[in-house]
C-alpha cells in the first residue's frame, strides 16, 4: 500500500458514477478508491508520455462532446480555423441524438498538436478528447 494517504472528496454526476461503479464491477475492483487510483495512473501516465514527444507528428484526435451545449459546436469549428497549420482533415458522425463524435487528422509539430488538444479538452460540452499519434517523422 501506498504511504502518506491523502482523502480527496470529488463531485461526479450521478450517471457517471453509475457507469463507473459498474466498470469497477465488471473488473473486480475491490473498492472506488482502487479503481480511482488505477485510473488517476493511467492518466498521468499517458500525459507524461505525450509531454516527452516532440517534433513532427502525424496522428489523430478525436473529440466526443454534447452538441446540445450552447456554443460548443462553434467553439470547435473555431478551434479547427485556429489550427489549420496542422490539421489535414475533419471528419464529423453523429453518435446519437445528442451526442456527436469529430475526428481530426493532424500532421505537424507535436508542440502545436498539444496546444490544440488541450484546448479543445477546456470548452464546455466536450466529454472526452483523445490523441493517438499513429507515425513519428
Same mark, same amino acid.
Given at each position: /500500500? *501506498? %504511504?502518506?494517504?491523502?482523502? =480527496?472528496?470529488?463531485?461526479?454526476?450521478? @450517471?457517471?458514477?453509475?457507469?463507473f461503479?459498474s =466498470?469497477?464491477r465488471?473488473?473486480?475492483?475491490?473498492?472506488?478508491? %482502487?479503481? &480511482?487510483?488505477?485510473?488517476i495512473? @493511467? $492518466?498521468? /501516465? %499517458?500525459?507524461?508520455? !505525450?509531454?516527452?514527444? *516532440?517534433g513532427?507528428?502525424?496522428?489523430?484526435?478525436?473529440?466526443?462532446? +454534447?452538441?446540445?451545449v450552447?456554443?460548443?459546436?462553434?467553439?470547435?469549428?473555431?478551434?479547427?480555423? %485556429?489550427?489549420? +497549420?496542422? &490539421?489535414?482533415?475533419?471528419?464529423?458522425?453523429?453518435?446519437?441524438? +445528442? $451526442?456527436?463524435?469529430?475526428? =481530426? !487528422?493532424?500532421?505537424?509539430? /507535436?508542440?502545436?498538436?498539444?496546444? !490544440? #488538444?488541450?484546448?479543445a479538452?477546456?470548452?464546455k460540452g466536450?466529454?472526452? #478528447?483523445?490523441? &493517438?499519434?499513429?507515425?513519428?517523422?
Amino acid at each position: /500500500m *501506498e %504511504e502518506n494517504i491523502t482523502r =480527496i472528496g470529488v463531485s461526479l454526476p450521478k @450517471n457517471l458514477l453509475e457507469e463507473f461503479d459498474s =466498470i469497477i464491477r465488471t473488473r473486480g475492483y475491490s473498492s472506488r478508491s %482502487e479503481a &480511482i487510483r488505477d485510473a488517476i495512473r @493511467n $492518466y498521468i /501516465m %499517458e500525459y507524461k508520455w !505525450l509531454e516527452r514527444e *516532440e517534433g513532427e507528428i502525424v496522428g489523430v484526435v478525436y473529440i466526443i462532446y +454534447d452538441h446540445t451545449v450552447k456554443g460548443v459546436s462553434d467553439a470547435i469549428i473555431d478551434l479547427q480555423h %485556429e489550427f489549420l +497549420d496542422v &490539421i489535414t482533415t475533419t471528419m464529423h458522425i453523429h453518435l446519437s441524438k +445528442d $451526442y456527436c463524435l469529430e475526428i =481530426i !487528422l493532424v500532421k505537424g509539430d /507535436m508542440k502545436k498538436v498539444k496546444t !490544440l #488538444v488541450d484546448k479543445a479538452t477546456t470548452i464546455k460540452g466536450v466529454m472526452n #478528447v483523445k490523441l &493517438i499519434t499513429a507515425v513519428k517523422g
